[in-house]
């Protein structure tokens, strides 16, 4: 992952405000647990590091929206995104520890929360939870359609959340799917959610397109860290001119239907725009 970093949480303030002033609009927040259990209990305490990183940013910039991941796979000893029980995921005892994980988070000042671990009802326990809490007005960007990606290797490594036995394919969805993709979109919708999300972006952009032309709520496509690493590695090898791929790649993505791309190379597109406007 040529050009990123990780971040501790005295970082951020420094950093939030040369985003912002470079242009940067928003941040989607990763935690790298300090430590791991079974349950993943770390992603929801209220001194975190996210909950820390989020009242960082909102205190330097308070002008950046901030949203944050909803996991628990960086947090848990065997790197799944939920409660295993005699090797099976448990769904709604998961989707119960993500509404907490949503509340902390909110807590702290997030704009946006988004659940990624791809368990049926996550949407709704995450509204449930946060309007409980008194955070009807945080949104929730749903990873509705999240494939189980050959794509996902470089921020596995960095985040350390490669699962230690088996693999996501019985909650991320067959890429081959789209069907699938749609009916999890709608159910999303009905569910609470304000913004739908793909994943990966670049293998995705038919089903953009089919949902564009299905929802009227806003749609993100993720730039994930292989789409990322497979265009560092042609710009390295000298085969492709970095500033003209990047832009047809994200170009694509918002002719295909995306309202908002979620892109490792945020900053640079920021500075060859020349900053804010």
């Known amino acids: 992952m040529p050009g990123v970093e990780q971040y501790t949480v005295r970082d ?5 405000r040369e985003l912002h002033a470079e242009g940067v609009r928003a941040l989607l927040l990763f935690g790298v647990a ?3 259990d079974p349950e993943g209990s770390e992603a929801w305490a209220a001194d975190g590091v996210v909950p ?24 848990t000893s065997h790197g799944h995104c939920g409660i295993v029980r005699r090797g099976r995921i448990l769904n709604d005892a998961t989707c119960e520890r993500l509404g907490r994980v949503a509340v902390a988070h909110a807590n702290a000042g997030a704009d946006v929360v988004a659940p990624s671990a791809m368990m049926d009802g996550q949407v ?34 960095v985040e350390q959340s490669t699962p230690s036995f088996g693999d996501r394919r019985t909650y991320q969805m067959d890429y081959r799917n789209a069907r699938e993709a749609l009916h999890e979109m709608e159910r999303d919708v009905e569910e609470g959610a ?38 560092k590695s042609a710009v390295a090898a000298g085969v492709l001119d970095e500033r003209a791929a990047v832009e047809e790649t994200l170009g694509a ?15 640079d597109v920021a500075r060859w725009s020349g900053g804010p406007r």
């Open 52 to 75: 820390e990183a989020v009242r960082e940013i909102k205190d330097a910039a308070p002008g950046l929206v901030v949203v944050t991941d909803v996991c628990l796979c960086a947090y």
């Open 124 to 157: 709704a326990a995450l509204r449930s939870a946060l309007d409980a809490a008194g955070h009807e007005e945080t949104a929730i960007l749903a990873y509705s359609s999240k494939h189980a990606s050959a794509f996902y290797g470089p921020f596995r490594d």
């Open 194 to 231: 304000d913004l739908l999300m793909v994943k990966p972006a670049l293998t995705s952009l038919d089903l953009l397109a089919r949902a564009r032309r299905h929802f009227l709520v806003p749609l993100a496509a993720f730039q994930v860290s292989g789409e990322y690493a497979m265009l």
């Open 253 to 267: 993505l918002r002719r295909a239907g995306a309202d908002l791309i979620v892109t490792y190379f945020a900053r």
């Open 12 to 16: 951020l303030a420094p950093l939030a």
């Open 34 to 36: 300090w430590s791991k």
